[in-house]
């Protein structure tokens, strides 16, 4: 199980986002978004990233696939 790197609590999840099938990781922790689990790859919270598709920021708006 992978910890996240920012919160150093939290596990990572896959998951889908409902509203646009798209895949992301995010920390069950701090709700720190990845779209890849990469070094180089930007992050954003979860907040952020679902008022961009204009919905609440709701864990019920994720599908969880598995723990990274």
């Known amino acids: 199980m992978m910890?996240?790197?920012?919160?150093?609590?939290g596990p990572i999840y896959e998951a889908?986002?409902?509203?646009n099938l798209e895949t992301i990781y995010i920390c069950?922790?701090?709700?720190?978004?990845w779209k890849q689990i990469r070094q180089d790859t930007e992050?954003?919270?979860?907040a952020n990233y679902m008022r961009k598709l204009k919905k609440a920021a709701l864990w019920s708006e994720?599908?969880?696939i598995s723990i990274v």
């Open 62 to 64: 994720l599908e969880l």
């Open 28 to 33: 069950a922790e701090c709700d720190t978004v």
């Open 16 to 19: 889908v986002v409902k509203e």
């Open 43 to 46: 992050v954003t919270n979860f």
């Open 3 to 9: 910890i996240c790197p920012f919160c150093g609590e």
